[in-house]
């Protein structure tokens, strides 16, 4: 039994890049292109009335950003898949994009195979993402989860007097609300950036607010 086909949207201001993903979209047996846009703000008059099952969303467009549209789409169609396809390869974009609601993230350099294989996986409710894009997310969770083990192994003590400091208090101000001497609370910032591993308290600081 062949599977059902998939309906896509692309939001595109390249006009030549719009013609030839359409074309590429044209070759899969199973994915249709049901038209394309060349702004967000077309994008939010059209699709609403005309869903796809998944778009492809360029970042960069005229007027506002096709990650600035996001959430009003999945406001309106809260089961519609989105999958941004750029040129954007930067953290902040991607992470801004995931946030907003997008569920893969594809660069315009990708093969075919990885774009139609993105759209059936999107449908099957995976999170497409382009290999070396991947790899930026695994590593961004691997920081969190490195910076949150290292914040679990201060003591409570040492947590306290590192919110004082982070809060604006001095030495001397921490040693007065907890009670203890000024050598104590040196002793106790230099055990803090022994175990966060860092030189200093502006930087055990930053560290525990990140």
Known sequence: MSEPTKTVVLVE????????????????HDIECLYAVSSA????EKIPSHPPDVILMDINLPGASGIDCIP??????PGL???MLTAYEEEDNLFRALKAGASGYLIKSSDPREIYDAIRDV??????????IARKVVQYFRAEKKTEDENARLST??????EMLAGGYIYKEVADKLDITVETVRTYVKRICVKLQVRSKVEAILKYRS
């Open 123 to 132: 449908q099957n409710g995976g999170a497409p993402f382009s290999s070396h």
């Open 72 to 77: 009003e789409l999945k406001r309106k169609l």
């Open 157 to 162: 003590r040492e947590r306290e007097v590192l």
């Open 41 to 44: 703000e077309e994008a939010l």
């Open 81 to 83: 898949e989105i999958v």
């Open 13 to 28: 201001d390249d006009v030549r890049l719009q013609k030839q993903l359409i074309e590429i979209l044209s070759c899969s």
